[in-house]
């Protein structure tokens, strides 16, 4: 069974870092690439970065430069760091295989940027 859990969320004031875990098992991790997603409150769930199984990235627009993902295959394991955040990344983020059929979406972790 498929399992992604999400952790590494907390309240940061603006400027701040946080670094972002999922972890993975119930699928062979090194093949698959994979992805992490946001959800601001009352807005739709938004594609925020990707890396490939061979560990080549995109952002998107808002967060490149700030945030960068990576993967551990040992660990089966892939992160998402975050720099100079801003209250306009407070949302619950989550992290995603990328497969068809989806995943069910994990319960996500909870990032607050605030004074």
């Known amino acids: 069974q498929v399992q992604l859990v999400e952790a590494g969320g907390g309240l940061v004031q603006p400027g701040g870092s946080l670094r972002l875990s999922c972890a993975t098992s119930g699928f062979t991790f090194s093949s698959y690439a994979m992805s992490w997603y946001r959800q601001a409150p009352g807005k739709q769930r938004e594609w925020v970065a990707s890396?490939?199984?061979?560990?080549?990235?995109s952002y998107e627009k808002s967060v490149n430069g700030r945030f960068t993902i990576s993967r551990d295959n040992v660990k089966n394991t892939v992160y998402l760091q975050m720099n100079g955040l801003t209250p306009e990344d407070t949302a619950v983020y989550y992290c995603?295989?990328?497969?068809?059929?989806?995943?069910?979406w994990g319960q996500g972790t909870q990032v607050t940027v605030s004074s």
């Open positions: 995603k295989r990328i497969t068809v059929p989806p995943d069910n």
């Open positions: 890396i490939t199984s061979t560990s080549r990235t």
